[in-house]
C-alpha cells in the first residue's frame, strides 16, 4: 500500500572505532529518543564498527558477523519495537568466508534486504580486504521504492542512475572524513538532482583508527537540492518528511527522465 507521506530520521551517531558493544549500546540510546511515527530510520555506514581503514585482514575479520549475529539480531528488535524500517550497512562474513560491506533494509514485518557494496575504496585498501558487490539494493516499502548505495558509491553517477523512475528515494550511507566533506555535501545535492528523486545521505562522527575526523555531516535533498532536514531537538538527530505526491508531481511537469540516455552494464 502506497503511503502519500514518509517520516524519515537520519542518526548521523558518533562511532567508536572497533567497539562494537559501545555502538550498540549507543543506537539503543538512539531509539529510545525517536520521535513516534517515524517510517524509517537511516544509520550510518558499517555503524556497529566503523569504517576499517588500512586494518590487518585478522582484525577486521574479528568484526564481521552474519545476519543470525548480535547487529542484526538488535536491527530487527529495534525495527519491530519501534514499528519502522532501519537502513545502514555493516561487516559481513558470508558461507563462504568473504568479507562485505554489506548494505541492509530491515523492516518492521521481519523482511530484510542486503546488497554489498559495489565501489570498494582502493585508497583506504577496502578493495584489498572485501569482495565487492554487483547489485544495488532495491526495496519497496509502504509503497515507496527505495534503492540503496554505500559511501564511496556516491562518486560515481552511472551506478546511481535512476533509470526511468526506478527509485523514489536513493539512500546513501557512508563513513566520510572532514577533509573531503565538500564533495560529500556537493554529490548527494547533485544526485537527487540528476535523478529527480529524494536523496537521504547519512555520515557519521567521530575520530577513526588513524585519527581521521568525522562531523556527522548529513542531509535530506528533494528533486530541486532543497535541504529538507531539520534537527528538530538539538539532539543531532535530524527528521524529513518526504511526500509522494509532490515528487510525482515534479517527474510530470519537469520530466527529464524520459530523455535521459539508454546504456546497459557490461561485465
Known sequence: MLESKLEVCLLPM???WGDKKKNLETLSQYFSK???GTDLVILPETFSTGFPTNEMQQKIESFA???DEET???LKSLSKKHNCAIAGSFIYKNESSFLLNRSFFIQPDGSETYEAKKHLFSPGGENKIFKSGDKRLNVVYKGWKISMVVCYDLRFPVWCRNRNNEYDILIVVA???VSRIVTWDTLLKARALENSAYVCGVNCR???NLGG???GSSHVFNYKGQELAVDVNN???LYAGLSMQRLLNYRDKFPTWRDADEFVFID
Do not use: A, Q
Open 213 to 215: 575526523d568525522y562531523n
Open 235 to 237: 539532539d543531532g538527530i
Open 72 to 74: 542484526i539480531t538488535l
Open 34 to 36: 525517536i520521535h513516534p
Open 65 to 67: 558477523e552474519t545476519k
Open 206 to 208: 567521530g575520530i577513526d
Open 175 to 177: 563513513n566520510w572524513p
Open 14 to 16: 558518533e562511532i567508536f
